[in-house]
């Protein structure tokens, strides 16, 4: 069998050796078996030749004059890791054995030695010099194409030590100190979110994938308008064939552009909003004034039309509320006069005030009263909350349905569910229900007005309060929203 199989390949071999013969012989034999041999009679010669070229494979004596075979490997394991060293000696100790294989040595040949045993141990060392050296082109790959990468690339191990990054990287985060290969996390941020994201990975179980993200703080600065960075990780766990967690992969984009642009259509839609909502309720109070005969006696058609008008002109008072609603939601003002509510009062009214609307279509709105603890809310807020989930209820459930209101309960928290007999929500739907300006449509709902920002808003509000809100649906059976508040 040949030594080589790639007859193309022709690895660079140093044999450092005092003996001559021994020398001579490892030349002749590897120079027939297609190898680039070279020859140093002595430790320093060795290191001399080491230094000004590469070398595939190192075959070096363990005992000889002035630098020994230790020293040599220890030298080679520093300047040229993808070499493979081979150790050719006549006193092989199981202690020299053990110390020559923490410097590097990758194999031994003892002496005296037969061809054959030569061309094996070469034949091992040549295999693993073609492995090292497409590790190496593969590492090189890698680190191009991470390098030129528009995000930051941070990669740890599961110590949390980094073991690859690129410039953007440095740039993202402002970091100007020394070289991070093999540096704890530490060396590079103190970012509570960036570093909590990764603790979380790292935390994961055996086989188990997720994506955490988090908008961290920069310490560098943008360029946009307002001078300042806005930064997006997420991190992803990498895994052995078992599943098990070796580290951590984190990208992190620079969003600046993204959050200016959204900074720029909420103070668009905030001025809209106001623009349009002064002249739509001078419109309705004009309305109103001819609905009510102010202006001389309306015959039953010019009642009607006006009515019509008076309902869309409505809406868009609606919609212009809700816009502002998101424009607060984004400056974070939603929740700005938190004290202690009773949710119970508050249902009742609200029950109260849209009975009428649920009659209109002959549907049964009820409400189980129950004795709730006390909550800290925004009573604006709650209103807003159960009111539009209360009056999506009958909107969205047939004539002749019911709505149910009912409050318990649970643990630490207060539960309010609002349940309806009305069309339901599809599986595919679901997901999306609560996302702005997303409407589920079917051929039932598809005329029912609406923005699609109700549902977002509740969210919102209901978040903002540390609670959480959910839906259970089923189409053509009805719809379950869930609603959970802390006590105080």
């Known amino acids: 069998m040949a030594l080589i199989e790639d007859q193309t390949y022709q690895p660079k071999i140093l044999v450092i050796d005092d003996e001559k013969r021994i020398r001579d012989g490892c030349f002749k034999i590897l120079i027939k078996e297609n190898c680039l041999v070279e020859m140093a009679e002595s430790g320093e010669m060795g290191l001399k030749m080491l230094a000004e070229k590469h070398y595939d494979i190192i075959l070096t004596d363990l005992m000889m004059p002035g630098i020994g075979g230790m020293e040599v490997l220890a030298k080679v394991r520093e300047q040229h890791p993808d070499s493979v060293s081979i150790v050719i000696t006549g006193f092989a100790t199981l202690e020299h054995s053990i110390e020559a294989m923490k410097k590097g040595a990758f194999d031994f040949i003892p002496k005296p030695f037969t061809p054959d045993q030569l061309r094996v141990v070469v034949s091992k060392a040549v295999k693993m010099t073609r492995t090292l ?65 990764i603790d979380g ?68 839609v905030s001025m809209v909003s106001h623009e349009i909502r002064s002249p739509l309720s001078t419109v309705l109070s004009q309305i109103k004034i001819l609905m009510d005969g102010l202006a001389g006696e309306l015959s039953a058609k010019q009642a009607d039309i006006l009515g019509k008008i008076s309902r869309k002109v409505q809406g868009l008072v609606e919609l212009s509320n809700e816009l502002l609603d998101i424009s607060r939601i984004e400056a974070g003002l939603i929740v700005q006069d938190k004290k202690q509510v009773q949710l119970m009062d508050i249902l009742e009214s609200l029950v109260e005030f849209i009975q009428p609307r649920a009659k209109e279509k002959n549907i049964a709105l009820s409400l189980k009263k ?109 719809s379950t929203f869930y609603v959970r508040l802390p006590i105080s």
């Open 133 to 197: 050296q497409d590790i190496a082109t593969e590492r090189t790959r890698l680190k191009t194409i991470v390098n030129y990468l528009a995000g930051g690339v941070l990669v740890t191990d599961r110590s949390k030590n980094i073991i690859l990054y690129n410039p953007t990287l440095l740039r993202m985060l402002g970091y100007e100190g020394d070289a991070l290969d093999d540096q704890p996390l530490s060396a590079l941020t103190a970012d509570e979110k960036l570093t909590g994201i």
């Open 370 to 478: 129950a004795d709730l603890p006390l909550i800290n809310a925004d009573m604006k807020s709650m209103e807003e909350v159960f009111s539009n989930l209360i009056t999506n209820a009958i909107i969205y459930t047939p004539e002749g349905g019911k709505v149910d209101v009912r409050g318990k309960v649970k643990g630490d928290f207060v539960g309010i569910s609002i349940s309806d007999t009305g069309y339901g929500i599809a599986p595919d739907e679901l997901p999306r229900i609560f996302e702005r300006f997303y409407r589920a449509k079917t051929e039932k709902t598809r005329n029912i007005v609406g923005t699609g920002l109700g549902l977002p808003i509740v969210k919102s509000i209901v978040e903002a309060h540390n609670g959480t809100v959910r839906v259970e649906s089923k189409e053509g059976v009805g």
């Open 201 to 268: 990975i790292l935390e994961l179980n055996i086989g188990e994938f997720k994506v955490l993200s988090a908008e961290i703080e920069p310490h560098g600065k943008g360029e946009g308008p307002s001078n300042q960075l806005y930064l997006r990780a997420q991190a992803v766990p990498f895994q052995n064939r078992s599943g098990e967690i070796l580290g951590s992969v984190t990208i992190i984009d620079d969003i600046t552009h993204l959050k200016e642009l959204d900074e720029m259509k909420s103070a668009f």
